[in-house]
């Protein structure tokens, strides 16, 4: 069956920290999709990523980077030198199916608190 | 419209009534899903369009749990003789036919039953 686990509930860093986000996945697809989205504390879900399984290259936009390894179903997400506008309850889902039907399977989510 | 609208924003009912909750997704995109979030977890699945033909409705959790899209746009959820156990926020998103993997949700319709 399909899963994923973000095993983080709360995080609490002080701005400039580095904080990494883990995300370990459960799917006996060998297609599938992984994503990371944000929710910050005004209640919107927004998009920040999608990652196929067949790319394995690590990603990096700004401040934000992210972590495929196969070998351990972990897609984890990395945020350098951290801002208080990053404080927010971030979710890793996976889409199985070789392509996205919609069917998103949501971690429970990691609430990130940067302090000033 | 720039994104995606939910209305009412919150909805407060008795249990027993029946809810319509309101879903218009981002102008031209094909497919529309309705994700359930209960209060500290992740959005739950429940359904999902591609134009006005519901494709995997495997989420709804029984048959009081009911969706349309009749002309490929906006969508109704309706769920009938509500229960307690119904409140959560219900989103709403959509996605283009381009990139039907990046999901646009809007802001929720937060349903109390009480």
């Known amino acids: 069956a399909q899963k994923v686990t973000q095993a983080q509930t709360e995080i609490s860093v002080v701005e400039k920290e580095d904080v990494t986000l883990d995300c370990v996945y459960e799917?006996?697809?060998?297609?599938?999709?992984l994503f990371w989205y944000k929710q910050p504390p005004s209640g919107e879900l927004v998009f920040l990523i999608r990652?196929?399984?067949?790319?394995?290259q690590n990603e990096i936009s700004g401040r934000y980077s992210w972590n495929f390894q196969k070998s351990t179903s972990s897609f984890n997400f990395t945020i350098t030198a951290s801002q208080v506008v990053d404080s927010a309850v971030y979710f890793c889902a996976l889409s199985e199916g070789g392509g996205s039907q919609g069917n998103l399977i949501f971690g429970k989510g990691t609430k990130l608190s940067v302090k000033p | 419209g720039a994104g995606v609208s939910q209305s009412p924003r919150y909805k407060v009912t008795k249990r027993g009534q029946d809810v319509a909750l309101r879903c218009d997704p981002i102008?031209?995109?094909?497919?529309l899903y309705w994700y359930r979030q209960a209060l500290g977890q992740g959005p739950e699945f429940l359904t999902y369009f591609n134009y006005e033909a519901q494709q995997d409705k495997s989420g709804l959790p029984n048959d009081r749990f009911s969706a349309e899209r009749p002309e490929g746009s906006i969508s109704t959820l309706t769920i009938q003789r509500t229960e307690q156990r119904d409140s959560a926020m219900y989103r709403c998103?959509?996605?283009?036919?381009?990139?039907?993997?990046?999901?646009?949700f809007g802001s929720g319709t937060q349903l109390s039953v009480l």
């Open positions: 998103a959509s996605s283009s036919f381009d990139e039907n993997e990046k999901l646009f």
């Open positions: 102008s031209g995109h094909v497919s």
């Open positions: 799917t006996r697809d060998t297609t599938y999709y």
């Open positions: 990652r196929n399984s067949f790319d394995e």
